[in-house]
Every structure is written in C-alpha cells, then in structure tokens.
C-alpha cells in the first residue's frame, strides 16, 4: 500500500497555482514507540497554509519545495503504539496533506463521536472555533450592548465570532463578499447586519451599519477593510487581530491611511496564534460542543473530494468560494 501526499512543489510569486503542488504516492509510514498511525479521513484547509508556502519571517518555519504541506486532519486511529489510543479512535492533530501519518501521541486529540458530526472537530468545534472564542473573549472582552464587526464573517472563525457575541449580547455586524455570502450571514446566522466589502459605498454601508460606532472588530483580512473600520472606532475599543488575509498572496499591501484613529479612540489591537493557547483549547472547545447541541451555533462545511483535489480547493478558499469550514474527504 502507498501514502498519497500532496507536496509543496515550488513557492508560488504571488497567487496559488495549482502547479504549486504535486501529488505522489509515497512508502507508508510507520508508528515508532510512543506514535500513533492515522488514516486522514478528512483534511482542514486554513488560510495559514498559504504563508506557509512562503519563505520569510512568520511566527511558524515555512514547509520547503519536495516536503508534504502542513495541515490539520480528522483521522482513525489504524495502529497505536501509544496506551492512550486504540484502533479506531477518531483523532485530530497535524496530519499533513496526506492518506497516512505517524504521530506522536502526546500531539493528538481524540474526538468525541457521539456529539455533533465529526467534522466540527476540524471547525466550529475545533480549531477555528477555538480562535474565535479565545480571540473575541479573550481579547476583545465583549459586553452586552455593545457593537462587534467581523470581517470573513461567513467564514469558519468569522461565522463562530459572530454567533459568541451574539450569545453575549452584542449588536453584531458581519462584513462579507458578495451577497449571497451577506443573505446566509442574516438569514441563518442571524447577525444584525451585513456589508459587502465588494460594494462601491462600502465605507458609507459600514458606517450606516454601525450607527453607534464599533467597541470590538475582529480582524481577519486587513486592508481597505481595517482602513473603513479605524475611523468607526469607539474609544477603548478591541481589535483581536487574528488574520490578514488580503495580504497573504504578498501582493503590494494597501497602504493604511486611518492608522491614527488607534491613538484618538486609545484602542487595543492584538494580535494571536491560536496554537500558542493551549491552556484555553478544553475549555472553549467544550462551550462551543455545548452551543451547537443547543443549537445557539450553526455552522456550514464545504467539502471538496479527494485529496489530489485539495490544491484546487484550497484555492478556491483563498478566492471566496467557500462558505463557511474548507474542508477535503479523502477517499
Ligand atoms: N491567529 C490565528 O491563530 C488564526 C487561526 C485561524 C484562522 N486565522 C485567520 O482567520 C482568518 C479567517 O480564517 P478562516 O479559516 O475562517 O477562513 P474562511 O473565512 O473560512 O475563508 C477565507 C475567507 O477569506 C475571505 N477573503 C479572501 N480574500 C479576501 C480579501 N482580499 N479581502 C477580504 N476577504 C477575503 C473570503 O471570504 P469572502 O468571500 O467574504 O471574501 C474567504 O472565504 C484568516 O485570516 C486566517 O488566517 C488565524
């Protein structure tokens, strides 16, 4: 038998190509003392991937040209040399873009089956959602009544940061692209209000959205976005800054003209990497377990097949085309 992997092929000068990646069928790993083999069941596809493919200065070291990419993955457990697992545990750890992993124990979680679908454990109930709740309560500590923006707000944080303020009492407004992405963040998860960045008026939407000025904005695409938001913002207010991601393709950035309005409203803008938290992973990830039993936390998955598919998916991802958690189903 062989491990399909996707490899980093080249580093990519600017946007993804799909001939950024190759795919090969490698020998199969094997588990050492202390390791655990899993079979990938379903791969996560997250916009950090693509600084990845980067080399440079980032908080993580970047994956080389001919090394599998770095990713998360929902697996089963096939053979475990660690007591704490046994064959057919469903895990998630850093399973790579791959069929097959060998990883140590200590660096698995297992998931619970008998809640909501497995899945979550790779987004509302999993990474994404845990950077939302640590980012949004952490960080920008909401109270009730005030007004929180968050921008990707269809996305897999943005959708959970939006629904937690909601459950703590805040007027929330999504910022999203397009409107049909806009329709699914008021119909379904029930945020006040909408504004598509894409807009032409954009500035004058936002600012008609948030008549009584923004007490928290989560950020996760920087940008023309930041740059409408900073004079929105009341004083004291919060920025938990967790992504930037209209810069990640490394295009030349938007040079930010509103910057002083972090000194007039005396904000807090911080920035955090959610892997560098684990004291807070139990905790948040059984509230937000709790939210979607309840059904106070909706979520949505798009699902591409197979992993050869994974470069055009997480493409797609980087370019708006999913709605809510990327996920890949490997075969
Ligand atoms: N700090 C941490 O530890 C941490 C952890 C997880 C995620 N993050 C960050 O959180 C952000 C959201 O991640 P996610 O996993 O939830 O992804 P996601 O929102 O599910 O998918 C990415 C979304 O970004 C939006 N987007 C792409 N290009 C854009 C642009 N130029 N301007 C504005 N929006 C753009 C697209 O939505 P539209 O169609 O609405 O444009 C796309 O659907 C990312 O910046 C990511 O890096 C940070």
Redesign the pocket.
Known sequence: MKNRQVLLASRPEAEVKESNFRVVDAAMPRAATGEVLVRTLYLSL???MRMRMDAGKSYAPPVEPGEVMVGGGLGEVVESLDPKFTKGDIVTGRTGWQAFAALPGAALRKVDTKGAPVTTALGAVG??GV?AWY?LLKIGEPRAGETVVV????????SVVGQIASIKGCRVVGI???KA?CDYVLSELKFDACVD?KAADFESRLKAAAPDGIDIYFE??G?R?LDAVLPLLNAFSRIPF?????E?DRKEGHAIRNLRQLLVSRAKLQ?????EHLEIWDQALSELAGWVAAGKLRYRESIAEGLENAPQAFIG??????L???LVKLA
């Open positions: 997250d916009p950090y990474m994404p950077t980012g921008s990707a707000a269809s996305g897999a944080v943005g999203a692209g397009g992405k960045y996760n695409v940008g976005v967790c992504g930037y991601i209209s990640y920035g955090f990497i959610i892997s991802m980087l370019l708006g085309k999913n809510g958690k990327q």
